[in-house]
Every structure is written in structure tokens, then in C-alpha cells.
């Protein structure tokens, strides 16, 4: 336990190095917050309590999404290039060698990349959100505990997702095809464009039901206070279930990968 | 005279490498025809967020569907455009830090074509094509547009300074990593970030982001500006109407002041000095 731990812990720190990169990162996303907010302020002013949020609401669940965009990879990347180059160029094989897990291992290392990103690139968007526009904050610290609970979990989905995506360069070989249809459904079905909520009908329905909602819909929801009582606890449950399905995938999959598939070099 | 002649030799060096970058991309025909749809993907799911918004809604901040998907249309046609040109610009940080740049200093071409030519990407022909898409759909769905002679001079006219002022826009970003290696991320706000502001009417913004993309970041000249004077709005600013045409001298004078900011920008470059 205490080697997962070692390795999380240099997964936070390896990523911290990277300074100038993270207030370039806050930047982006600060900019990307302000252009969505003003779009958000337009449609609700249309609608003033489309998907059940008011405008307050709305715009607070932008600044939620900017400040989870990078700790919840959207757009893929942490472990992923790296690891899809190691099963490409054959190293995989050194790593399937060690004494240790290479699930648990990378599913380490990206929660530690996760908790600094998480600090390091999603405070100081919304405390930019929070001073030029009017949010909804949490009533309670407990609100604040489930919604870094739920951003963890909906981390540990990402992981699992991120870890199919790249369990697919066993029999691919490149992995970039696959990285960007994943990194699509994603940003789509995350509700990073928009709310799954305001999505209409049975698309809104099926968007919901998805492991991508547990990235940024749920914790946002937590955040917002949508769920409460029984309704938080069967929200995180949704995203815990998700979290074990698609870990479990992974082991099988990286089970037949190991068996079947031989790796290359010389 | 030497200034032309070296801009013809940029050209021709830029066309070369990226016609050895085509051939290379066609040598893996299948991928590059997946990749080239990845491209097109991706950017139709920006314009499906905004057709969701108006399923619930039939107008945001004034403007109706088709009027968004022109400013939509125009827009991303003219970043398509740059990004295809010019999109290469945000690998200069990891050539400085990795030291890759000093192969293109020794090399005798132009230092600005081999970097803007650099992995050439024929697939954002995907992006291009998609906002093209757009426009020929707002197009044929505007109501009651009249055209006269100039509006139609101004559709071309505008998507080529925008595609200017974009690229221009491309360079600094690149000048800036001579600087900031690790601050590539930087010139995405106001490239892709420019791009998705762009294609939303400029009343849904606050007056003092429009003026700042107007006076400051001159992105306003992309599309806002001669595309409200084609579908007959008012602009937000009230500015006089001639500079809804000032769009190619804009283009220019981004264009000079990103060239003097790449050549300081080079001159300062020390290499890692090992």
C-alpha cells in the first residue's frame, strides 16, 4: 500500500514541477470560463430555470467545469501518451515484470497528478468565477466534503476509461484514433459543452445514465446542492458503480491483452 | 526589394516542407482519412452544444439560429484556415526545450516558414470543412438578407483577414514561447478560446470584453464587425460604419506587429548554451 502511496505522492509532485505550464493552464481556462459564462447568462436569461438550475446556478456550474477540466482529463492525457508509447515501443513487458500492480500503479500515479491539479489549476478559476460573477457556494462544509469525494471518485472513471482507451494500443499499436473518439465522447458527454440537463428528451436521459456524467454532472450537482439526502448517496453510488465496472474491464481486458497478445521487440 | 524577395523565399521553403509533410501523411492513406474525420468530429460537436442551446431557446442574445451559424460559420472557416496555415506554431516550446530548434537555425530557410510548415497537417482540412458546412446551411437559411455588390465583396474579403488576423495571432504565440517555453497553453485562449467567442453574438457579452476584443485583441475584425454588417445589425459599440471594412488593414498591421514580435523573439534565443 505504502508503494501506491509513494508513487501517488511523486505523481503530485512530478506534476507540480511544471510551473510556468500551470499559470499558462489557470489562464486558459479562466478565459474559457468568462466566454461560457456570458453564453450561459444569455440562455438562461431566456430561459430562467432551464435543466432546474437558475442563472446563478448555471454560471457556477461553468466555473465547476473549468476548474475540473484538467484534474478530471477531458481531453485524455496524464498517464495515457506514456504508457500507450511503452506498450508501443515493447517496454510494457519490463513493466508487467515488476512486483506491482500496473493498473493500481498508473490508477496511483494519476490521482496524484489529479489532487494537484485539482489545487494547482481549479482554485484560482473559480475564485476568479466566484469574484466578478454571483455564485452558488455549498451551504455546508459537508456539501464540500461530498463534492471532493465525488471528484475523486468521478477522477477514479476517467482513470478507468482513459486505461480501455489505452489497453487498445495492445492491438492497435497506435493509439491516437482511439485517444481522440474517446477524448470527443468525453468533452460531449461529460456536460463539459453544456449541462446534461438542458439536453433534451431521451438524449438527456441515455447522457445521464453514462459513465462520462460522473466526471462533471454529478459533482457539479453535488456542489450546487441538487442532491441531497438519500438522493447524494444514491449519486455517488451511481459514480462508485461506474468506477468498479470499468476498473473491472480493465483487469479483464489487460488479462487477455497479457495472454494473448505478444509483445513486440526484438 | 530584399525584403520581397526574402518573403518569396519564406513562401517557397514553406510550400516544399509542406508538401513533403503531405507526402509523408499519405504514405498512411487510411489514417489520414480517420484522422482527418476526427478532425471534422470534433468541431461538429461544438455546433451540435450550440443547436441543443436553441432547442430549448429561439433566440440568445437577440439573434436567431441561422444569423449564430453564419458568426459560426465565418468564423471557423477563417480559424480553420489559420490553424491549417499557420496551426503548427504551438510545437516552437518543446523544440526550445528539447533543442530541436537549433537543426532549423543551421538550416538556410527561413526559421518562421520551417517552424509554421512543421508537421504540416492536411487533416485540419476537417475544421475548415466543417465551418464551411455551416455557413453554406446559415446562408441558404437567412431571411431576407440583402445583398449588394459590397456584402458580397466582404464574405471573401473577411474570411481571408480573418484567417490573417488569426495567424497572426499564431506567430505571437509562438514568439512568446522563445520566452515562455512551457506556456504554449497561453495562445490557445486566444486562438481556440477566440474562435468559440466568435461564434456567439457579440451582445451576449459584456461591453468592456467587446471593446477589449476590439481595441486591444483586434478579434472582433475576424467576423463580429463585417459580419453584422452583412446580416444588417447594428454593432454593440456603435462605431462608425467604415470600420466594419477596416478588416484587411487590421489583418496587416497584426501581421507586422506579430513579425517584429517573432524577430525579437528570435534574436533573443540563446539555445541551452551546453
Keep these: ?266 | 526589394m530584399g525584403e520581397s524577395r526574402a518573403l518569396l523565399e519564406g513562401l517557397r521553403c514553406y510550400g516544399l516542407i509542406s508538401a513533403m509533410w503531405i507526402r509523408s501523411t499519405m504514405t498512411y492513406r487510411a489514417s489520414f482519412v480517420m484522422t482527418t474525420f476526427g478532425n471534422f468530429a470534433a468541431t461538429v460537436l461544438d455546433f451540435v452544444a450550440i443547436l441543443l442551446m436553441f432547442s430549448q431557446v429561439d433566440s440568445l442574445g437577440g439573434f436567431s439560429l441561422p444569423e449564430v451559424a453564419f458568426l459560426y460559420g465565418t468564423s471557423s472557416t477563417a480559424f480553420g484556415l489559420a490553424d491549417l496555415l499557420m496551426g503548427s506554431m504551438d510545437r516552437l516550446g518543446r523544440r526550445v526545450r528539447d533543442g530541436t530548434l537549433d537543426t532549423l537555425l543551421v538550416r538556410p530557410a527561413p526559421v518562421l516558414a520551417q517552424v509554421a510548415a512543421d508537421r504540416f497537417a492536411l487533416r485540419r482540412l476537417g475544421r475548415i470543412s466543417q465551418g464551411s458546412f455551416v455557413l453554406v446551411w446559415a446562408l441558404t437559411h437567412l431571411d431576407g438578407l440583402q445583398w449588394t455588390p459590397l456584402k458580397l465583396l466582404l464574405m471573401p474579403v473577411m474570411l481571408l483577414s480573418g484567417a490573417g488576423i488569426f495567424s497572426a495571432i499564431f506567430v505571437l504565440g509562438g514568439a512568446f514561447q522563445f520566452l515562455a517555453s512551457d506556456a504554449s497553453e497561453v495562445q490557445n485562449s486566444f486562438t481556440y478560446g477566440g474562435n468559440t467567442l466568435l461564434q456567439y453574438p457579440p451582445t451576449v457579452f459584456a461591453k468592456d470584453l467587446v471593446r477589449g476584443v476590439t481595441f486591444v485583441v483586434p478579434l472582433a475584425f475576424v467576423n463580429w464587425l463585417p459580419a453584422l454588417r452583412i446580416l444588417g445589425r447594428d454593432d454593440p459599440l456603435g462605431l462608425p460604419g467604415w470600420v466594419d471594412l477596416a478588416g484587411p488593414l487590421v489583418a496587416v498591421a497584426c501581421c507586422a506587429v506579430a513579425g517584429l514580435a517573432w524577430r525579437t523573439g528570435l534574436r533573443s534565443y540563446r539555445s541551452t548554451g551546453s
Design chain 1, 1 to 266: 500500500m505504502s508503494l501506491y502511496a509513494a508513487v501517488a505522492v511523486s505523481g503530485f509532485r512530478r506534476h507540480s514541477t511544471y510551473r510556468v505550464a500551470t499559470a499558462a493552464g489557470i489562464f486558459t481556462n479562466t478565459v474559457f470560463g468568462l466566454i461560457m459564462a456570458y453564453t450561459y447568462i444569455a440562455l438562461w436569461d431566456q430561459r430562467p430555470h432551464l435543466g432546474g438550475y437558475d442563472q446563478s446556478m448555471a454560471i457556477t456550474y461553468v466555473w465547476i467545469g473549468q476548474a475540473l477540466f484538467i484534474t478530471v482529463a477531458v481531453l485524455g492525457g496524464g498517464f495515457q501518451d506514456e504508457l500507450i508509447e511503452r506498450i508501443r515501443s515493447g517496454d510494457v513487458a519490463i513493466d508487467l515484470y515488476r512486483p506491482a500492480d500496473l493498473q493500481a500503479w498508473w490508477l496511483a500515479s494519476d490521482l496524484g497528478r489529479a489532487a494537484f491539479h485539482l489545487i494547482g489549476r481549479g482554485i484560482v478559476p473559480m475564485l476568479f468565477g466566484a469574484l466578478f460573477f454571483d455564485l452558488t457556494m455549498p451551504g455546508t462544509p459537508l456539501t464540500w466534503v461530498f463534492f471532493i469525494l465525488s471528484v475523486a471518485i468521478g477522477v477514479v472513471v476517467s482513470f478507468a476509461l482513459r486505461y480501455l482507451v489505452v489497453l487498445s494500443a495492445f492491438w492497435l499499436m497506435d493509439g491516437g484514433g482511439v485517444t481522440t473518439i474517446s477524448g470527443l465522447a468525453t468533452m460531449f458527454f461529460s456536460g463539459m459543452l453544456l449541462p446534461l440537463n438542458v439536453f433534451p428528451g431521451t438524449l438527456g436521459e441515455v447522457a445521464r445514465l453514462l459513465p462520462w456524467s460522473a466526471l462533471l454532472q454529478v459533482p457539479a450537482d453535488i456542489f450546487l446542492g441538487v442532491h441531497t439526502g438519500s438522493g447524494l448517496l444514491k449519486a455517488l453510488a451511481f459514480q462508485a458503480g461506474w468506477a468498479v465496472v470499468l476498473l473491472g474491464t480493465g483487469r479483464a481486458l489487460q488479462a487477455v491483452a497479457t495472454r494473448k497478445v505478444v509483445v513486440q521487440g526484438g
